[in-house]
């Protein structure tokens, strides 16, 4: 212990050099790599005792690269069986698919510098490419498992949003949407379902995205939140046959885009207040009555209210509990941060295989943390859902 303080101490003394902290993070780490080999061995360096399992049997040399620079370590061997520190464990997923996608750059003709300010932006100072090609097909495989994994049970809500992303395209740079989808089951759990690279605008696009949902097991769906991409509506109506919600975040944007910047704060509060109404009946009727206000000086945004009313108040329909959750794709906007955040880093990507390694290591492991958390929604909620069609079985026939 005695000998540790020294050391740290001498650390401290060389605090105004340059590499002050690679060189302060190699002792840290050297010494943490000491203990846990003394634990090992049951007996310190030159100690003498009759718990004693093994011997030390040198060093074998190691590289850490960090944001603070390569740290070489010496990893100590052992005579009798091995040792490997913890924090040396294989990178995360996401670390390795970052690694692919840059290798991959590499080969597709992006300039070597780059290439290198990439490296760099994580930390590195290179790349073997035996290590990407391992890391590709490994990353790739369990990727690819999650992606089109089984979908067991009822999901009776459903989150779309898109993630606009650059590439390359024979020889030009487009820009493609990766649409994620998120959906609750039954027991109130949250999980990814889907990623699919492609236009967002296309009604193809999406049928053949929601069709892969079901054929995977993707049932009950009972109400469907996006924004009004082009198509999306008829595709969720003929392959899902659910209920669309309109984003409302999105919609009050559209809707003030009519309105001068100096109205702008007037108009949201007069629209805020059909959000705060109880039931569906009072939002529809207070909807309707601010439509008609708001129409007198501006026609466009009272027709806009009257187009968009069915959609954005789908969500009155269903239980209470789950209405604050419902109205928008609020839910999937910090992982579309995090996906942006992580793709910034590679900038244009050059295939689109790369982009589906990269976003789906992120959703990967934000599932991961997902399953470890508690309900995202109240399981209490789920039993209200089948309520009113088993009211109206039970009504008897009137002939009108």
Excluded at 155 to 182: C, F, H, N, Q
Excluded at 212 to 223: A, I, P, Q
Excluded at 296 to 307: I, S
Aim: hydrophobic share 40%; charged share 25%; glycine share 8%.
């Amino acid at each position: 212990m005695t000998e540790d303080r020294l050391l740290i101490e001498e650390l401290a003394a060389k605090g105004g050099q340059p590499d002050f902290l690679r060189t302060i993070a190699e002792n840290v780490l050297q010494l943490i790599m000491e203990a846990d080999v003394d634990g090992l061995i049951g007996a310190g360096r030159h100690e003498r005792s009759s718990e004693r399992a093994t011997w030390r049997n040198g060093y074998r040399d190691r590289s850490l690269d960090t944001r603070v620079g390569t740290l070489n370590l010496k990893i100590p061997k052992l005579r009798a069986g091995s040792y490997f520190p913890g924090f040396l464990e294989p990178r995360k997923m996401v670390e390795k698919a970052l690694v692919a996608v840059i290798q991959e750059a590499w080969i597709g003709g992006v300039s070597t510098r780059r290439v290198d300010e990439l490296v760099q932006a994580m930390g590195m100072t290179g790349i073997s490419k035996s290590t990407v090609s391992k890391l590709c097909k490994d990353i790739d495989e369990r990727v690819h498992a999650f992606l089109k994994r089984p979908l067991t049970g009822e999901w009776p809500y459903l989150w779309l949003d898109a993630t606009y992303l650059k590439v390359r395209e024979g020889g030009r740079i487009i820009s493609v949407a990766a649409i994620i989808a998120m959906a609750v089951n039954t027991e109130g759990r949250r999980e990814i379902v889907g990623l699919h690279i492609g236009p967002s605008e296309a009604e193809v696009f999406w049928s053949d995205f929601l069709k892969d949902l079901v054929r995977r097991g993707l049932t009950g769906v009972k109400l469907v939140i996006s924004d009004a991409h082009e198509g999306l509506k008829g595709a969720i109506t003929r392959v899902m046959g659910a209920t669309w919600q309109r984003c409302r975040v999105h919609f009050m944007r559209n809707a003030l885009s009519y309105v001068p910047k100096g109205q702008n704060t007037v108009v949201a509060a007069a629209i805020r207040q059909v959000f705060l109404q109880p039931d569906q009946k009072s939002a529809t009727q207070v909807w309707r009555q601010v439509a008609d206000q708001l129409r007198t000086r501006w026609p466009k945004l009272g027709a806009c209210m009257d187009e968009a009313e069915t959609d954005v108040l789908a969500y009155t329909g269903f239980p209470t509990q789950h209405r604050t959750k419902l109205h928008s794709t609020n839910p999937l906007e910090r992982l579309n941060k995090e996906v942006k955040r992580r793709a910034d880093v590679v900038g244009i990507f050059p295939n689109e295989d790369s982009i589906i390694r990269l976003v789906g290591a992120v959703l990967m492991e934000q599932n991961d943390e997902w399953q470890l958390q508690h309900r995202y929604m109240q399981i209490e909620g789920m039993a209200e859902l089948n309520q009113p069609m088993i009211e109206e079985e039970n009504q008897p026939l009137h002939i009108t």
